[in-house]
């Protein structure tokens, strides 16, 4: 099995966490891991209470991405995904952030 590397290789370098569940990842993800100093922070399958913001976060993007983006198909989600992901730094203003988007709060 591989592991898909095109966007991962991009953050790879930067200091940040990677939260998934236990025993929910491959063993090609783990190898890959390995070299590189990112924190993994793992949380108990059905327990979406051990990281709220992150299943926040997931929620709104599953949500949006339905209504707002139109994702009907499996097909076009990794598209949609990046998209949003656009969408979402350069454009959605949070109210957290004083109704500016996160590229303008950090600038």
């Known amino acids: 099995m ?4 095109s966007g991962y290789y991009k953050w790879l370098n930067c200091k940040g966490t990677i939260h ?7 063993r ?5 891991h390995e070299n590189y100093t990112i924190k993994r922070s793992m949380s108990r399958v059905g327990t979406p209470t051990d990281n709220p913001v992150i299943e926040s976060l997931n929620g709104w993007i ?5 209504k707002d ?3 009907h198909q499996v ?3 990794g598209i ?11 454009q ?3 109210y957290s952030l004083h109704y500016k988007n996160p590229v303008q709060y950090l600038n």
């Open 80 to 90: 949609a995904i990046n998209d949003y992901v656009k969408y979402y730094n350069t």
């Open 92 to 94: 959605r203003l949070a």
């Open 28 to 32: 090609a993800f783990n190898k890959l």
């Open 20 to 26: 998934n569940y236990k025993k929910n990842h491959s």
């Open 75 to 77: 097909e076009d989600i």
């Open 2 to 5: 591989n592991v898909s590397r």
């Open 62 to 66: 599953k949500a949006e991405l339905y």
């Open 69 to 71: 983006f139109k994702i």
